[in-house]
């Protein structure tokens, strides 16, 4: 149960400010927390760049730290709060750790997991989307717009 305080935009605040570290460093600004009891127990940003590996996704690597965290691959009662849409890798590894929802802001019309095989997600997985949409659209936007404008000179 989320409490007044700890709401789902509470949350996604909480994730958005992954995604800004994310792009402090240099990478696709994505960033994702995982929830348990009202409390954080896994964070990730993308770090593809900086790990050099194409699995650094920002769920990826709060999957692992919320597994470690509890001491567990399953996240039964946990929720997943990420800044754009699971793409279809992020999608199965959601789906292996069992969480119980998923929300996420923007969606990813390009790559997002339901373009290719929206059942990738456990039918009773709780998706969410949409919450502060706006800004985590907007974030992913402007990087993508710099990135065109320094390979254009």
Do not use: W
């Not at 039918?123 to 969410?128: G, Q």
């Amino acid at each position: 149960m989320i409490s007044s305080t700890f709401n789902d935009d509470y949350f996604m605040k909480k994730a958005f400010e992954e995604a800004q570290a994310a792009l402090e460093e240099g990478e696709v600004p994505v960033g994702a927390i995982i929830v348990a009891e009202n409390k954080i127990i896994g964070r990730g940003h993308n770090q593809t760049e900086i790990l050099h590996d194409v699995t650094a996704h920002a769920e990826i690597i709060a999957i692992s730290a919320a597994s470690n965290y509890l001491g567990s691959k399953y996240l039964k009662d946990c929720r997943l709060y990420v800044t754009l849409e699971p793409c279809a890798m992020c999608a199965a590894a959601i789906n292996a750790a069992q969480l119980e929802s998923l929300v996420f802001a923007a969606d990813d019309p390009k790559k997002g997991y339901r373009l290719y095989k929206p059942s990738l997600i456990h039918p009773k997985l709780k998706v969410i989307s949409g919450i502060r949409q706006d800004e985590c659209r907007m974030i992913l936007q402007e990087f993508f717009e710099e990135k065109r404008n320094k390979n254009d000179n």
